[in-house]
T-cell receptor, first 114, second 114 residues
Framework: AQSVAQPEDQVNVAEGNPLTVKCTYS??????LFWYVQYPNRGLQFLLK??????LVKGSYGFEAEFNKSQTSFHLKKPSALVSDSALYFC????????????FGRGTSLIVHP | DTGVSQNPRHKITKRGQNVTFRCDPI?????LYWYRQTLGQGPEFLTY??????LEKSRLLSDRFSAERPKGSFSTLEIQRTEQGDSAMYLC????WGSGNTIYFGEGSWLTVV
């Protein structure tokens, strides 16, 4: 069975400071990892993914994520937070074959203070 | 590419009534997913289609729920004899090999059962 843990329900950061949103995963085989963002009353928007290759993945809106196989983590990062980054962030994982169905974490609410 | 379209966006219904949601995936995406999301939770998988074939169903999908994808294009999710516990946002997503295994979500359909 595949699973995702997002250990922080909420992350608070001041505008201009770096931010990190944590994600750890469990899956059989090489993981396919994803980050999505959700604004109030909206669907989920794709930010970035890791499938293979460089462990540091760059995505939309200046976000990046680092894949760490030994720690089974895929933390989302941004060097300088904006107030407009305030939203819900979801990490997702799926295994390499067969079922193409990602499992999502419970989400982390990011609040960026002016 | 117009994205994943879901209708209606909001539905209020009385307990015991039937409701149907429609999803139009991104054109040429052969995989289609339904998820359910409640407040404070991440998306929970309900069912998955590859073309017109329903390949997986979650145990969350009770016998009051049915989904179809005739001709492998749009999909419908019907909930019969709605209960208050069915109140949630129902998310549709689609993907294909060409999308790099990324699933793209629609804006969701909110269901409130009163």
């Amino acid at each position: 069975a595949q699973s995702v843990a997002q250990p922080e329900d909420q992350v608070n950061v001041a505008e201009g400071n770096p931010l990190t949103v944590k994600c750890t995963y469990s899956v059989s085989g090489n993981p396919y990892l994803f980050w999505y963002v959700q604004y109030p009353n909206r669907g989920l928007q794709f930010l970035l993914k890791y499938i293979t290759g460089d462990n540091l993945v760059k995505g939309s809106y200046g976000f990046e994520a680092e894949f760490n196989k030994s720690q089974t983590s895929f933390h989302l990062k941004k060097p300088s937070a904006l107030v407009s980054d305030s939203a819900l962030y979801f990490c997702a994982v799926r295994g390499p074959g067969g079922s193409y169905i990602p499992t999502f974490g419970r989400g982390t609410s990011l609040i960026v203070h002016p | 590419d117009t994205g994943v379209s879901q209708n209606p966006r909001h539905k209020i219904t009385k307990r015991g009534q039937n409701v149907t949601f429609r999803c139009d995936p991104i054109s040429e995406h052969n995989r289609l997913y339904w998820y359910r999301q409640t407040l404070g939770q991440g998306p929970e998988f309900l069912t998955y289609f590859q073309n017109e074939a329903q390949l997986e169903k979650s145990r969350l999908l009770s016998d009051r729920f049915s989904a179809e994808r005739p001709k492998g294009s749009f999909s419908t999710l019907e909930i019969q004899r709605t209960e208050q516990g069915d109140s949630a946002m129902y998310l549709c997503a689609s993907s294909s090999w060409g999308s790099g295994n990324t699933i793209y979500f629609g804006e969701g359909s909110w269901l409130t059962v009163v």
